[in-house]
């Protein structure tokens, strides 16, 4: 096969995604938000293609039909003003509180909501958290500057923000420590040091660990409540202010994936992990606004 | 009278509460009048319970979180300007309110025993009416209403909203993206994604079973 017949290959396949996503939005999307292109792109479409396509859906259309219409007819709940009044004198308002149309998304209080769910994972994580006091050479970890650059870390930062964070590694072993690499395969006798470096303005930290199923886990804090950074170079230190390397709990391995997030705010870090998290670090335009940047890598423990 | 620059509202005596917009309502409220809270509970009651009883998957959390949902935006009343439709506001609310709830039992590790498995046993009290075909379609469908509840119970949540935002409560993709604070063009591609995978696992399923 030449190039050109490559090119042309790439073309079509190009065609036939694009001619697909027209054909699900058109069969998605009443008219109404249908925007030109896309009908001119469903307009355009092979009209056997679109004719099967609209069989299909029209099955799956009146299923969907039915179904919100049991929905509608479904029981809505006693409530009233009264009760909500009621609420509004028996429960004070948290001091945490956000009003509701702001960007912050009001959280209750851990003693309120939810006494024990933190306090479990800091539990756990303080366990799987190794609090490894070791020598400053341990944090002596590679400057920005003396990076490979096929090590360093996903610098994501948010359309609104100048800030930026660099999230660096470095693998320690016994005595030895090396620079990370983005993808490593880490041992059983390997730990991980991390270091965050902070341009622009500073922020408030959170940093997860991400399995493959997207699951977050918060490593940092570990008292859940954030900790400001400021512009610099910060080591990743333990609650008494000791430097800390990190493995995971005994027996997990596979490809996990380390996040670290800066906030304009100090917020529940719980509350921000699972909507950035499952969008992907890729699409900083979706993230909440409190975001102001984060920085990612990834190793393989063995 | 040229010094008094108040809105006009502040003046207007209504008689007639039901004919009002959601936003007129909200704004009464905002001023005092707790019948238009009333209304605008009773309006908005059913539609945000079946939004968070399909994102929460728990009929007491759903419930608890419209009362904690009307309880925030009454709190925030003082400060409600009429800038958009109520309703996006509130589902923008009930969205984070259940996001946190989620967050929450996902870290309690106990979201996949507890949630899922009370909205799957919860029953319909009458499957829908049977038509013309008789009670054998009521049961069919009953069936493939409980399989696409399954399907969409395992979207991603961010989908799930955005599909019960469109199909049950009728709002515009415009709508949706101010709700979910997404772009109308992410919106339009979560309505795509979901409704493509919902269609093609419930034909699966459909062909299985014949």
Known sequence: ?302 | MAGDSRPRRHLRVVEDLSSLEDEELMCLHRDGDASAFDLLVHRHRGGLHRYLLRLVRDTQRAEELVADTFLKIHRAAPRYQPTAKFSTYAYTVAYRAALNHNARMRHRRDFGAGGSAELEQQQRAEPPAAGPAGPERAVRLKRDFARLEAELDQLPEAHRAAFLLYYVQDMSCAEIAETLDISPEEAKGRLAYARKLLRSRMTADRRERT
């Open chain 1, 1 to 302: 096969m030449t190039d050109r017949d490559d090119r042309e290959e790439d073309g079509t396949m190009q065609d036939a995604r694009t001619a697909e996503a027209a054909m699900d939005r058109l069969l998605a999307l009443r008219d109404e938000d249908l925007d030109g292109w896309e009908a001119e792109l469903a307009d355009g479409l092979d009209p056997e293609l679109r004719a099967a396509a609209e069989a299909v859906d029209a099955e799956f259309d009146a299923l969907l039909s039915a179904w919100v219409d049991a929905e509608r007819d479904a029981p809505a709940p006693e409530l009233t003003a009264r009760d909500i009044l009621d609420l509004d004198r028996r429960i004070p308002l948290p001091t945490d509180a956000a009003p509701a149309d702001s960007d912050v998304i009001p959280v209750r209080r851990r003693t309120h909501a939810d006494p024990n769910g933190l306090r479990r994972l800091t539990a756990a994580l303080v366990a799987a958290l190794m609090l490894v006091a070791v020598g400053s050479w341990i944090v002596a970890l590679q400057t920005p500057g003396t990076i490979d650059p096929g090590t360093r870390a996903k610098d994501l930062v948010t359309s609104e923000s100048a800030t930026r964070l660099d999230l660096q590694f470095s693998i320690e072993r016994g005595d030895t420590v090396t620079p990370g690499v983005v993808g490593q395969t880490l041992g059983p006798d390997e730990s991980l040091a991390m270091r965050l470096d902070v341009r622009g303005d500073g922020g408030w930290l959170s940093l997860f660990e991400v399995d493959a199923s997207g699951e977050p886990r918060m490593l940092y804090p570990t008292s859940g409540d954030a900790l400001r950074l400021d512009v610099g170079s910060h080591p990743l230190v333990g609650s008494g202010g000791e430097p800390v390397v990190y493995r995971p709990d005994d027996g997990v391995t596979g490809t996990l994936r380390y996040v670290a997030l800066l906030t304009r705010e100090p917020i529940d870090p719980m509350r921000v992990a699972p909507g950035v998290l499952s969008a992907g670090t890729d699409r900083a335009d979706l993230w909440p606004r409190p975001v102001l940047a984060a920085s990612e890598f990834t190793v393989d423990w063995q």
